[in-house]
């Protein structure tokens, strides 16, 4: 038996996203998330009985949730594990995901504030997100030759995912070529300020239940076939080397971090990458795409720049990628609510209901987040047929 | 770096001001904090399995031993891994700056930034030096120079 067989995705939804959502703060975000995600699952705030996310204990509190089985997974993905191990062992039957953030960040005169590590050993040097991400990259480029061209076409297939979507924060603002990509200023080399995510505000929710407490669902059910987590250590504290490996000599490298958690993803589901139809692949960094199709099978090790090529991750190509613009055209609001909507717009794709970029007869979607930059990536398996 | 993004200032990679903030020394990291202030590289051995850990543990992270001893390390390594930052993390850092990741010759890798050279001259596998710049507080703060 399939552990999440009675576990569907009920609800999602996604509230308006903004670079600034004026008057709006991380809760009344958080709330209209959740709200929108119950009714998008035909239920009321009356049949939770579990929550998870950052803001869960005010969420409680402030929608009188209460008594309920609360946690606090903040990260997208394993937010999402938890809740469907929890209804899975039956120990609780309608779980809200939920994330908002609004008001935080409105340090405007640096980048990324809440990436700036506050560590002794990478402070002192200006690392923020980019940089990290741009380690990885670099060393990447040097192994496999892999070029600005590749992962500046990585970038133009997202932000015109982007362009195209009515609710994309940058809808409207392409089309992008790979030129335009590379004529963008560089941030830090080798990324250009086009093939690195946004700073935006936004939120989302998600509701997982028991498959018999939706039986009128008003939309096709979603079903979780697999999913895992892998961790190498804390975001922005230690160099984040290609080859930083716990203490196995042998084990997955940073460099693949992810790898294991597709692979037990997949033998969950019984499936392999061919079985998938679209990859909702996190996007913090143009290269990060082609590092997660190696790390995650769908190509061999050093394979990922020339597999990005020639339509394969573009519209009607085999492996679409990021379908709504992703963190650097939909939304980025902060450090949750972007890792939770690569499963929202998987649960899209295989309800069928996307309005842009939709990939026909889609049965299964990866989605994932994270990436080496910050140590973590995690893989989650959606379905359209009961596991 | 194409050089129609390239801005026209200069592309030097020097040490940043002493006014950056400076670094924030745990009880186990201040043996670290102190060599440097001596113009001293020191790294970490493991007694047990002779891994060279770097930066400062608490235990072995390959064996799990407790016995680690401070080495000096001679500061010469290469480049492993390099980035260019164009635009500034905070309005403290001059651009550009070059974070890099080194493989010190003693067996360990560590953060820093490259210094001493045009941005052009950066590549994985350059040989490098240590050389300490100040920052406030009396902390002094390595750097890699192309050796």
Same mark, same amino acid.
């Given at each position: 038996?399939?552990? &999440?067989?009675?576990?569907?995705?009920?609800?999602?939804?996604?509230?308006?996203?903004?670079?600034?959502?004026?008057?709006?703060?991380?809760?009344?975000?958080?709330?209209?998330?959740?709200?929108?995600?119950?009714?998008?699952?035909?239920?009321?705030?009356?049949?939770?009985?579990?929550?998870?996310?950052?803001?869960? #204990?005010?969420?409680?509190?402030e929608l009188g949730l209460g008594p309920v089985w609360q946690s606090a997974s903040a990260l997208g993905i394993p937010a999402v594990m938890e809740a469907a191990a929890q209804i899975a062992t039956g120990l609780s039957d309608v779980v809200v995901v939920a994330a908002g953030q609004a008001g935080v960040y409105?340090?405007?005169? #640096? $980048?990324?504030?809440?990436?700036?590590?506050?560590?002794e050993f990478v402070a002192p040097y200006g690392m923020f997100t980019a940089a990290e991400f741009a380690l990885i990259a670099r060393r990447h480029m040097h192994m496999y030759g892999t070029t600005a061209e590749q992962m500046a076409t990585v970038a133009a297939t997202v932000r015109n995912n982007g362009h195209?979507?009515?609710?994309?924060?940058?809808?409207?603002?392409?089309?992008?070529?790979?030129?335009?990509?590379?004529?963008? !200023?560089?941030?830090?080399?080798?990324?250009?300020?086009?093939?690195?995510?946004?700073?935006?505000?936004?939120?989302?929710?998600?509701?997982?239940?028991?498959?018999?407490?939706?039986?009128?669902?008003?939309?096709?059910?979603?079903?979780?076939?697999?999913? #895992?987590?892998?961790?190498?250590?804390? #975001?922005?504290?230690?160099?984040?080397?290609?080859?930083?490996?716990?203490?196995?000599?042998?084990?997955?490298?940073?460099?693949?971090?992810?790898?294991?958690?597709?692979? !037990?993803?997949?033998? $969950?589901?019984?499936?392999?990458?061919?079985?998938?139809?679209?990859?909702?692949?996190?996007?913090?960094?143009? &290269?990060?795409?082609?590092?997660?199709?190696?790390?995650?099978? &769908?190509?061999?090790?050093?394979?990922?720049?020339?597999?990005?090529?020639?339509?394969?991750?573009?519209?009607?190509?085999?492996?679409?990628?990021?379908?709504?613009?992703?963190?650097?055209?939909?939304?980025?609001?902060?450090?949750?609510?972007?890792?939770?909507?690569?499963?929202?717009?998987?649960?899209?794709?295989?309800?069928?209901?996307?309005t842009t970029m939709q990939v026909e007869g889609a049965e299964v979607a990866l989605c994932s987040g994270g990436g080496a930059g910050a140590l973590f990536n995690d893989v989650l398996l959606l379905g359209r047929e009961r596991p | 770096m194409s050089p129609e993004s390239a801005p026209t200032g200069d592309d030097?990679?020097?040490?940043?001001?002493?006014?950056?903030?400076?670094?924030?020394?745990?009880?186990?990291?201040?043996?670290?904090? @102190?060599?440097?202030?001596?113009? @001293?590289?020191?790294?970490?051995?493991?007694?047990?399995?002779?891994?060279?850990?770097?930066?400062?543990?608490?235990?072995?992270?390959?064996?799990?031993?407790?016995?680690?001893?401070?080495?000096?390390?001679?500061?010469?390594?290469?480049?492993?891994?390099?980035?260019?930052?164009?635009?500034?993390?905070?309005?403290?850092? /001059?651009?550009?700056?070059?974070?890099?990741?080194?493989?010190?010759?003693?067996?360990?890798?560590?953060?820093?930034?490259?210094?001493?050279?045009? /941005?052009?001259?950066?590549?994985?596998?350059?040989?490098?030096?240590? @050389?300490?710049?100040?920052?406030?507080?009396?902390?002094?703060?390595?750097?890699?120079?192309?050796?």
């Amino acid at each position: 038996m399939h552990p &999440f067989r009675d576990v569907v995705v009920a609800g999602v939804h996604n509230p308006r996203q903004a670079r600034v959502l004026e008057g709006e703060t991380s809760l009344s975000v958080a709330i209209d998330a959740t709200l929108g995600a119950l009714a998008d699952a035909g239920l009321d705030v009356r049949d939770v009985d579990g929550i998870t996310g950052s803001l869960s #204990s005010d969420l409680t509190y402030e929608l009188g949730l209460g008594p309920v089985w609360q946690s606090a997974s903040a990260l997208g993905i394993p937010a999402v594990m938890e809740a469907a191990a929890q209804i899975a062992t039956g120990l609780s039957d309608v779980v809200v995901v939920a994330a908002g953030q609004a008001g935080v960040y409105t340090e405007r005169a #640096s $980048t990324a504030p809440w990436t700036r590590p506050n560590h002794e050993f990478v402070a002192p040097y200006g690392m923020f997100t980019a940089a990290e991400f741009a380690l990885i990259a670099r060393r990447h480029m040097h192994m496999y030759g892999t070029t600005a061209e590749q992962m500046a076409t990585v970038a133009a297939t997202v932000r015109n995912n982007g362009h195209v979507h009515p609710d994309a924060i940058y809808a409207g603002r392409g089309p992008f070529t790979v030129d335009d990509i590379l004529a963008s !200023r560089m941030v830090a080399d080798p990324f250009h300020l086009l093939e690195c995510a946004m700073t935006s505000e936004g939120g989302c929710a998600i509701v997982l239940a028991r498959a018999d407490r939706v039986p009128d669902l008003p939309h096709a059910p979603v079903w979780i076939l697999g999913g #895992s987590t892998d961790r190498i250590g804390p #975001s922005y504290r230690h160099a984040p080397a290609w080859d930083l490996r716990g203490r196995d000599p042998d084990g997955i490298p940073n460099g693949y971090v992810g790898r294991r958690a597709a692979r !037990r993803a997949f033998a $969950t589901a019984g499936l392999g990458p061919d079985d998938v139809d679209v990859c909702e692949l996190y996007d913090p960094f143009s &290269f990060e795409i082609i590092r997660q199709f190696e790390a995650f099978g &769908f190509c061999g090790e050093g394979e990922g720049g020339p597999f990005v090529m020639d339509g394969t991750i573009g519209p009607g190509g085999r492996f679409p990628i990021t379908t709504d613009g992703g963190l650097m055209a939909f939304s980025h609001g902060g450090q949750t609510s972007q890792l939770l909507q690569r499963v929202i717009r998987g649960v899209q794709q295989l309800r069928g209901t996307c309005t842009t970029m939709q990939v026909e007869g889609a049965e299964v979607a990866l989605c994932s987040g994270g990436g080496a930059g910050a140590l973590f990536n995690d893989v989650l398996l959606l379905g359209r047929e009961r596991p | 770096m194409s050089p129609e993004s390239a801005p026209t200032g200069d592309d030097r990679l020097v040490p940043q001001p002493a006014t950056i903030p400076p670094p924030t020394p745990s009880s186990h990291s201040a043996p670290y904090w @102190e060599a440097a202030a001596r113009h @001293e590289l020191v790294y970490q051995r493991c007694d047990a399995c002779k891994r060279a850990e770097f930066d400062p543990a608490v235990v072995c992270r390959r064996c799990g031993a407790r016995a680690l001893t401070w080495a000096r390390s001679a500061g010469l390594g290469t480049v492993y891994s390099w980035t260019v930052v164009w635009r500034p993390q905070q309005p403290s850092f /001059v651009v550009p700056y070059a974070p890099a990741i080194i493989d010190l010759d003693e067996g360990y890798q560590m953060l820093a930034a490259v210094i001493g050279c045009r /941005v052009a001259d950066l590549a994985v596998g350059l040989r490098v030096a240590v @050389e300490f710049h100040p920052v406030a507080d009396g902390f002094a703060l390595p750097y890699f120079r192309p050796a």
